[in-house]
């Protein structure tokens, strides 16, 4: 066993070795106090209800592994700290978020924050519009390749046709552009049937007589 006065001074030097410690930390810290973060842009700054997309957020002072809130209705789904300038964050708006602008904050682990006003805009999706078919007729029996051509199309829209025709293919080409194979039961009666796109949001357009059945 060490003597009581050697005991003695082991455990002073370990007080004192702590103690100079803390003042290290403490001089340090007021010395270089935490870094706030800042941004400076956001890109883009806009998307619509039910987008999954990647954003880009410009700036300085971030610090590895922080943390972003875009706001209510967006969801921060994977964060990436590229560096002290850039993070890359995917974001899922939700199909109940609100339109309209949000603000976009990054907090250090330090805890200091930034917060960039309207940095980020939820914007909602416009109706489908259908403005023309191509061919607009066929004859009962018959199965016809068909285009149809309008505005704010979404991939994964329906198309309906009425009474007596089948869809039996769809294909997104881009949003103004859909092509459908359908067949015309060959007992159905012959007339003027309504055509309708809905969108995978659920908004739609009907063009009203947009389709002719011919008799054989």
């Known amino acids: 066993l060490l003597p009581k006065q050697t005991t003695m001074m082991v455990v002073v030097a370990i007080a004192a070795a702590l103690l100079i410690r803390c003042l290290q930390v403490l001089l340090a810290t ?4 935490p870094k706030k973060p800042n941004i400076d842009r956001v890109s883009p700054k806009s998307s619509f209800v039910g987008d999954v997309l990647t954003v880009y957020i410009w700036g300085d002072n971030f610090e590895y592994c922080p943390r972003v809130n875009f706001g209510s209705g967006i969801s921060v789904k994977s964060l990436s700290y590229e560096n002290e300038e850039l993070l890359i964050v995917e974001i899922e708006i939700e199909s109940y978020a ?6 976009v904050t990054v907090i250090n682990p330090n805890g200091e924050s930034f917060e ?6 939820i914007e909602a999706r416009q109706p489908p519009k259908i403005d023309d078919l191509s061919p607009d007729s066929g004859r009962q029996g018959e199965t016809v390749d068909l285009r149809i051509e309008g505005e704010d199309f979404q991939e994964g829209s329906q198309v309906s046709f009425g009474a007596g025709i089948i869809v039996l293919h769809t294909s997104y080409i881009d949003a103004t552009e859909i092509r459908a194979t359908i067949d015309i039961s060959s007992n159905t009666s012959s007339g003027k049937r309504n055509v309708t796109v809905v969108n995978t949001d659920r908004q739609e357009d009907t063009k009203n007589n947009g389709f002719t059945i011919e008799k054989k």
């Not at 007021?30 to 106090?33: A, E």
């Not at 960039?116 to 805009?121: P, V």
């Open 116 to 121: 960039k006003n309207k940095a980020f805009e």
């Open 30 to 33: 007021s010395l270089c106090p």
């Open 98 to 103: 609100s339109v309209g602008k949000q603000d």
